[in-house]
């Protein structure tokens, strides 16, 4: 806690020639942090991959708040988009506009959000490329165009979402989880390696966000809504490098501490059996479901063909 009141956070300068970039920005947190980060004065770079959703997105923005906007529609389960972002930032260099915020937001999680064995994960081979090129690819090859540039003015902040999945395994969603280990381990090395440098770049852990990848869960004490969860977060920025952010799931994070410890001290994994039950519950939840649809499909289908 004393972090967060005592340290002083992320000198925002949003102005007319400062700019953030987004990733996967037309919806939940990413769409929120495009919003609040205007709200600071930034220009926005904004990247996604449906052109529709990225034009309205770009009006609602520049309608209310004072800043520009600029969109790149991109898909990142491609490697061939990076050289498109690459020629964008040369422009913004071109005319001495500066990058000064960059959000790794973009994800995905599994095929309808629900979590499944690896091996009935439909189209498997051409899945996994998708959700290790948007999954890590993205952030990766995103942090080699503009650390350099930040490194050479001495000020910048990257924001990369990870997730509590990446604080234990989560055996259902193998890939995501997996993918976002790798997200949390990348910033935090390069936190150390720059901090130094000017440059703040900061892992963010949350459990549940109320967006599509949660299935619009309901809003709570411990699910925030995007707009809350990226309020709480801004204002982790140069106070914490790894954070949950939001106050009631800072506490999930001690739990897993928690559990991680007896884990060790008893040598079993009670974590990845508490997980995997609590997945499994919802795996056969959802599949029950998707039965009884299917079943409560052909019934009416029958009905019909009986009643023609
Ligand atoms: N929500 C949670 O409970 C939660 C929890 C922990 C961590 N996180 C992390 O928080 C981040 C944001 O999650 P969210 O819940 O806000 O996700 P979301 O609501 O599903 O939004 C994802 C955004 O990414 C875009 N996108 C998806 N695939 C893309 C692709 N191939 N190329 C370009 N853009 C693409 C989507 O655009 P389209 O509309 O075109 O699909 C959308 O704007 C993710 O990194 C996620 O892992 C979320």
Do not use: K, L, V, Y
């Given at each position: 806690m004393w972090r967060i009141w005592c340290r002083r956070g992320f000198e925002w300068r949003g102005g007319p020639h400062t700019w953030a970039v987004v990733t996967g920005?037309?919806?939940?947190i990413g769409l929120e942090y495009a919003r609040q980060l205007a709200s600071k004065g930034y220009n926005l770079l904004l990247v996604s991959r449906n052109p529709n959703k990225l034009a309205k997105v770009r009006h609602e923005i520049e309608s209310t708040y004072r800043c520009r906007c600029r969109v790149l529609a991109l898909d990142?389960?491609?490697?061939?988009v990076y050289d498109i972002i690459e020629k964008e930032f040369k422009r913004l260099e071109e005319m001495?506009?500066?990058?000064?915020v960059l959000v790794n937001n973009v994800s995905i999680c599994y095929p309808k959000e629900r979590p499944q064995y690896f091996t009935e994960i439909p189209n498997l081979s051409q899945f996994i490329e998708s959700i290790i090129n948007v999954n890590i690819n993205a952030c990766t090859r995103l942090m080699a165009l503009v650390l350099p540039r930040m490194v050479a003015k001495g000020r910048g902040a990257i924001i990369n979402l990870s997730s509590m999945s990446a604080l234990y395994p989560t055996p259902l969603l193998a890939i995501y989880s997996a993918t976002k280990v790798y997200i949390d381990y990348f910033t935090r090395c390069l936190h150390q390696e720059y901090k130094s440098k000017g440059v703040v770049i900061q892992s963010l852990i949350p459990a549940y966000v109320s967006t599509n990848m949660s299935?619009?869960?309901?809003?709570g004490m411990f699910v925030p809504t995007p707009h809350d969860f990226v309020n709480h977060a801004l204002k982790t920025v140069g106070r914490e490098?790894?954070?949950?952010?939001y106050f009631s799931q800072r506490i999930f994070v001690y739990h897993y501490y928690f559990y991680g410890f007896w884990s060790q001290a008893l040598g079993i994994d009670l974590c990845i059996h508490i997980t995997y039950s609590r997945m499994k519950s919802i795996y056969n939840r959802i599949t029950r479901d998707i039965k009884h649809e299917i079943i409560g499909s052909k019934d009416s289908e029958s009905t019909r063909i009986n009643l023609d």
């Open positions: 920005c037309t919806d939940g990142f389960s491609r490697t061939d001495d506009e500066e990058i000064h299935h619009n869960m309901e809003p490098s790894r954070t949950a952010a």
